[in-house]
């Protein structure tokens, strides 16, 4: 009687753990601390998924690199290894040369038409060329205008003549700051304090929240407000892994980042004031905000770049660009 009870015991618990489901987890990957809309807009991704599925989609966020770099991680995306992330476009370039596109110099005059650019057809189709290179696009997360740090003043383009720039591994960037006299050095984001503080390099280009939060203005004399570029990150999942997924969650991941997106930017540009006045409040960094005819200055010595890379990104883009950006504009 003792074995029969035991028998149905063991029968019902393997009945049971038939019935239950594993929870699919997500590992997300992001480049930059907790403290940031970065890591605001994941927490927000993950409270969305879990909500929504019922905790049949775990959400698990691994910030600060910890997964490995931006393009490390991507690779391992690639065969299914890391689910989710939102990535630089310009360290995505290297996967659809198009994105590159995202990275041209003043290329948005404002936040507003940047956001409606990048959710309008051309920033879709930019988006949709990483599905073959093995990556399901959601959409454009950010992490705002990039800024110049130096340890020197910079006013004009001649002064970053003969520089030591530190750059993303990305050509658009080192052709970039070719075109102003500059000596462009790809450099790991995480090596780039220890790049800068052992004077590997004289310079960098981030946005307020990567000089805020890494401490690039500890070991910079001054920070030149420049708005010279735009960063944006593509929200990406592994396409491999995406595709084997039931349907429903694949809506509710994808509404989930789209919806989360749009709170990270909102926290993004909320956040950068703050950046600023902690880095005026250290004492360390001095501000120099460029005026309007020295930002044209650096427009006009990285005008060539369009050219350049014209050819790689497509007349076609190119043109579809101008028109999306003439439109917009002209609606502020």
């Not at 991704?45 to 989609?57: M, P, T």
């Amino acid at each position: 009687m003792i074995r029969i009870t035991r028998s149905l015991t063991l029968v019902a618990l393997c009945l049971l753990g038939l019935g239950a489901q594993a929870a699919t987890v997500v590992k997300l990957h992001h480049d930059l601390t907790e403290d940031s809309a970065q890591q605001e807009g994941a927490v927000r991704f993950k409270e969305l998924v879990e909500d929504r599925s019922g905790g049949a989609i775990e959400v698990k966020i691994y910030p600060n690199n910890a997964l490995g770099d931006d393009v490390q991680v991507a690779q391992q995306m690639q065969f299914g290894a890391v689910q989710a992330a939102p990535i630089p476009t310009a360290k995505l370039s290297g996967f659809n040369k198009q994105l590159q596109l995202i990275d041209l110099p003043f290329l948005f005059p404002s936040r507003e038409v940047a956001y409606e650019f990048l959710d309008g057809p051309v920033g879709e189709r930019v988006l949709s060329g990483l599905r073959d290179a093995g990556f399901e696009p959601a959409m454009f997360w950010e992490s705002g205008f990039k800024q110049m740090t130096c340890d020197r003043a910079v006013h004009e383009p001649a002064d970053l003549k003969g520089t030591k720039f530190r750059v993303m591994e990305s050509p658009l960037l080192i052709a970039q700051y070719k075109a102003v006299g500059a000596n462009p050095v790809p450099i790991a984001f995480s090596e780039t304090y220890t790049a800068l503080q052992q004077g590997v390099v004289d310079c960098q280009e981030n946005p307020l929240v990567s000089i805020s939060q890494m401490k690039f203005y500890e070991v910079q004399d001054y920070l030149m407000l420049s708005n010279h570029g735009y960063l944006g990150t593509a929200f990406i999942f592994s396409k491999v892994w995406f595709d084997g997924l039931p349907k429903d969650q694949q809506e509710i991941l994808m509404a989930a980042a789209r919806e989360a997106g749009e709170y990270q930017r909102e926290r993004s540009a909320a956040r950068e004031q703050g950046y600023l006045d902690g880095i005026k409040a250290a004492g360390g960094t001095e501000v120099v905000e460029l005026t309007d005819a020295q930002k044209q200055a650096f427009r006009d010595a990285m005008d060539p770049v369009y050219e350049e890379f014209g050819g790689i990104l497509g007349a076609d883009l190119m043109q579809a660009t101008r028109q999306e950006l003439e439109r917009l504009s002209a609606g502020q």
